[in-house]
């Protein structure tokens, strides 16, 4: 089924500008066909294409990593041990991210605990605030 690029916008997510950028930057598996009239046709194979793509693109991969993912599956069998490696390395990266995240998460969940219990004590005037300085040096678990 055919698809024109307000389809995919809307189907994607992406802006019909962020599309044509990912074809300027040759994104996209397949090279975006044309009509006689220079309209752009997609298929569904692009939907799903787009899919992974946007997501290696949220999660950091750099154009030009992707791009090499491209060329090297459009080369066929052969090289699975490039792709693989490019992907694992990613998932690496991902990996690191999401423990970076999870601690900092945890920081949240800490000075969230803090905040409630003082207010719930109705000590909320206890809390650190770098406006008025303090006597005594907040600690950690201040403000």
């Not at 307000?6 to 090279?31: I, K, W």
């Not at 693989?84 to 999870?102: C, G, S, Y």
Request: aromatic share 6%; glycine share 8%; with cysteine.
């Amino acid at each position: 089924m055919d698809l024109s690029i307000g389809e995919v916008a809307q189907r994607s997510g992406l802006s019909v500008h962020a599309l044509r950028f990912y074809e300027r930057e040759g994104l996209f598996a397949n090279p975006v066909r044309r009509l006689s009239n220079g309209r752009r046709i997609y298929h569904e194979e692009d939907l799903e294409w787009l899919a992974i793509c946007t997501r290696l693109r949220s999660s950091g991969v750099p154009l030009a990593e992707i791009r090499q993912y491209i060329e090297l599956a459009g080369q066929g069998p052969g090289n699975e041990h490039q792709r693989l490696d490019l992907l694992r390395r990613h998932q690496d990266r991902v990996e690191a991210q999401v423990r970076e995240l999870r601690d900092t998460l945890e920081v949240m969940r800490a000075k969230v605990r803090i905040y409630e219990d003082h207010l719930a004590r109705g000590e909320a005037d206890r809390l650190w605030n770098p406006s008025h300085r303090a006597t005594t040096a907040p600690g950690p678990a201040c403000g």
